[in-house]
């Protein structure tokens, strides 16, 4: 049973898709013009080299003519082959254009075999030579099975129509046989030729797709990279300006409230040096210092609001939301919904009070609102947070070549697996949106309340 499978596999492989074997037939069709304007090429150059010999190697005037007369028949026949396969109609069917040639040929080397001698002579096993030809030009089985033994029968049929008497010669059944034995040979080579062709042409449909999809691929990639490098690029740009913008904030800071209190205090102080230590200089003394203790909280709280490690996310957002409101005197309001139990890690806590931090002061700064909201909901799916506001709106957003604060905001999401959405229209306001995923942290990692 498995010889009888891999006989069946071998005379019938399985089939390709549709596509593919339509492209396998314009290829045969390819090299079936190749194969036979080749062959009449060669065997034409054949008989110019060896015509003018023949008088030297056939000194038999019967044998001379008898050549002379199938050379000029048969050099006829290629040269009208080769001139047929040029007329459009003929060259978009070259199988049944080489048929025809290769049977035409076959019964003049036939009817010239006949001629020169019986079957007890070795014309007629010279034959044998046009099935092997035809055999080495692959073909689908079906055609191949047609092929080969039309060319066998034709060269038999015109011999022996040629000459009739030779089918009396006892030399007949050993002729045929080998006939039919160089058949047989013929078709296995030339589906072998097939078999390696149709092999070789679908590894190279296969091999052209895979180049296709990874150059596809690398070009994706090459996208990809470059993304990435813009990023990070603009990542360390970020973090950068980040820095410079907080030591100048920090510098101004000083300068402007640390600075005054202390001038304020010299002040003080040097009128306690000039008029003693009056209570009114004491008071004065005493107010100043309380300021800038005020000064310096607030520079701290700045920095890193002690609300945030000491009550959790939820009171600092609104902590943050009603210092807004009390600089500004916009209306900033806050909804906090936030499930009993939860630990945030500090991480996704301070990233969360940052972002949100950030959507707040682009709204104070850039839109123009009249009134801002945020809603932060905490619960086992993860931190969910939107600033919205009510001012001038914002168009499209490319967050990878957004400004430094926007950018800022997606690249802290990113960091810690979540994502920063922001959608407005011009003059409809503009909503942030932020998603962080609660990931489960080590065990020695700082945590902050939630309350």
Same mark, same amino acid.
């Given at each position: 049973?498995?010889?009888?499978?891999?006989?069946?596999?071998?005379?019938?492989?399985?089939?390709?898709?549709?596509?593919?074997?339509?492209?396998?037939?314009?290829?045969?069709?390819?090299?079936?013009?190749?194969?036979?304007?080749?062959?009449? *090429?060669?065997?034409?150059?054949?008989?110019?080299?060896?015509?003018? &010999?023949?008088?030297?190697?056939?000194?038999?005037?019967?044998?001379?003519?008898?050549?002379?007369?199938?050379?000029?028949?048969?050099?006829?026949?290629?040269?009208?082959?080769?001139?047929?396969?040029?007329?459009?109609?003929?060259?978009?069917?070259?199988?049944?254009?080489?048929?025809?040639?290769?049977?035409?040929?076959?019964?003049?080397?036939?009817?010239?075999?006949?001629?020169?001698?019986?079957?007890?002579?070795?014309?007629?096993?010279?034959?044998?030579?046009?099935?092997?030809?035809?055999?080495?030009?692959?073909?689908?089985?079906?055609?191949?099975?047609?092929?080969?033994?039309?060319?066998?029968?034709?060269?038999?049929?015109?011999?022996?129509?040629?000459?009739?008497?030779?089918?009396?010669?006892?030399?007949?059944?050993?002729?045929?046989?080998?006939?039919?034995?160089?058949?047989?040979?013929?078709?296995?080579?030339?589906?072998?030729?097939?078999?390696?062709?149709?092999?070789?042409?679908?590894?190279?449909?296969? *091999?052209?797709?895979?180049?296709?999809?990874?150059?596809?691929?690398?070009?994706?990639?090459?996208?990809?990279?470059?993304?990435?490098?813009?990023?990070?690029?603009?990542?360390?740009?970020?973090?950068?300006?980040?820095?410079?913008?907080?030591?100048?904030?920090?510098?101004?800071?000083?300068?402007?409230?640390?600075?005054?209190?202390?001038?304020?205090?010299?002040? &003080?102080?040097?009128?306690?040096?000039?008029?003693?230590?009056?209570?009114?200089?004491?008071?004065?003394?005493?107010?100043?210092?309380?300021? *800038?203790?005020?000064?310096?909280?607030? *520079?701290?709280?700045?920095?890193?609001?002690?609300?945030?490690?000491?009550?959790?996310?939820?009171?600092?957002?609104?902590?943050?939301?009603?210092?807004?409101?009390?600089? &500004?005197?916009?209306?900033?309001?806050?909804?906090?919904?936030?499930?009993?139990?939860?630990?945030?890690?500090?991480?996704?806590?301070?990233?969360?009070?940052?972002?949100?931090?950030?959507?707040?002061?682009?709204?104070?700064?850039?839109?123009?609102?009249?009134?801002?909201?945020?809603?932060?909901?905490?619960?086992?799916?993860?931190?969910?947070?939107?600033?919205?506001?009510?001012?001038?709106?914002?168009?499209?957003?490319?967050?990878?070549?957004?400004?430094?604060?926007?950018?800022?905001?997606?690249?802290?999401?990113?960091?810690?697996?979540?994502?920063?959405?922001?959608?407005?229209?011009?003059?409809?306001?503009?909503?942030?949106?932020?998603?962080?995923?609660?990931?489960?942290?080590?065990?020695?990692?700082?945590?902050?309340?939630?309350?």
């Amino acid at each position: 049973m498995r010889a009888l499978s891999s006989l069946r596999s071998w005379l019938s492989p399985p089939a390709a898709p549709a596509e593919d074997e339509a492209a396998l037939d314009r290829h045969l069709d390819d090299l079936v013009r190749f194969y036979g304007q080749g062959c009449a *090429l060669v065997l034409n150059l054949l008989h110019l080299v060896f015509w003018p &010999t023949d008088p030297w190697l056939l000194p038999d005037p019967r044998v001379l003519a008898v050549m002379h007369w199938f050379r000029a028949s048969t050099f006829s026949v290629h040269a009208l082959f080769l001139l047929a396969l040029r007329l459009p109609s003929l060259h978009r069917r070259p199988l049944p254009l080489f048929a025809a040639g290769v049977a035409v040929s076959s019964a003049l080397f036939g009817v010239a075999m006949a001629a020169l001698g019986g079957l007890d002579q070795p014309y007629f096993y010279m034959t044998y030579l046009a099935p092997m030809g035809v055999g080495a030009m692959p073909a689908r089985p079906a055609r191949r099975l047609w092929l080969s033994p039309a060319c066998g029968a034709v060269i038999c049929l015109s011999y022996f129509l040629a000459r009739p008497e030779h089918a009396a010669s006892p030399h007949l059944g050993a002729a045929l046989g080998c006939m039919a034995f160089t058949v047989v040979i013929s078709f296995a080579i030339g589906h072998a030729m097939y078999l390696l062709t149709r092999r070789a042409f679908l590894t190279g449909l296969a *091999l052209d797709r895979s180049r296709d999809i990874l150059e596809e691929y690398s070009e994706h990639l090459e996208d990809k990279v470059a993304e990435h490098a813009l990023q990070l690029r603009r990542l360390a740009a970020y973090r950068e300006q980040a820095a410079t913008d907080e030591r100048a904030r920090l510098a101004r800071e000083l300068h402007d409230e640390v600075g005054q209190q202390i001038a304020s205090l010299r002040y &003080t102080v040097a009128a306690l040096a000039r008029h003693g230590h009056g209570a009114p200089a004491v008071g004065e003394l005493d107010q100043g210092l309380t300021a *800038l203790g005020e000064a310096v909280r607030a *520079l701290v709280a700045d920095l890193r609001p002690r609300v945030l490690d000491e009550q959790g996310l939820g009171p600092a957002v609104r902590w943050l939301f009603d210092r807004a409101a009390a600089r &500004t005197g916009l209306p900033c309001t806050v909804t906090i919904r936030e499930a009993p139990g939860l630990t945030i890690p500090a991480a996704h806590a301070g990233a969360a009070f940052r972002i949100v931090q950030e959507a707040l002061t682009n709204a104070l700064r850039h839109a123009g609102p009249r009134t801002i909201h945020a809603e932060l909901r905490i619960d086992g799916d993860g931190i969910h947070a939107s600033v919205t506001d009510d001012g001038r709106g914002i168009g499209p957003v490319d967050m990878i070549r957004a400004g430094m604060g926007l950018f800022g905001m997606s690249e802290r999401a990113a960091a810690l697996g979540g994502h920063v959405e922001i959608a407005g229209r011009p003059g409809q306001g503009t909503v942030v949106r932020l998603h962080l995923p609660l990931h489960d942290e080590p065990s020695s990692a700082t945590a902050v309340p939630h309350r």
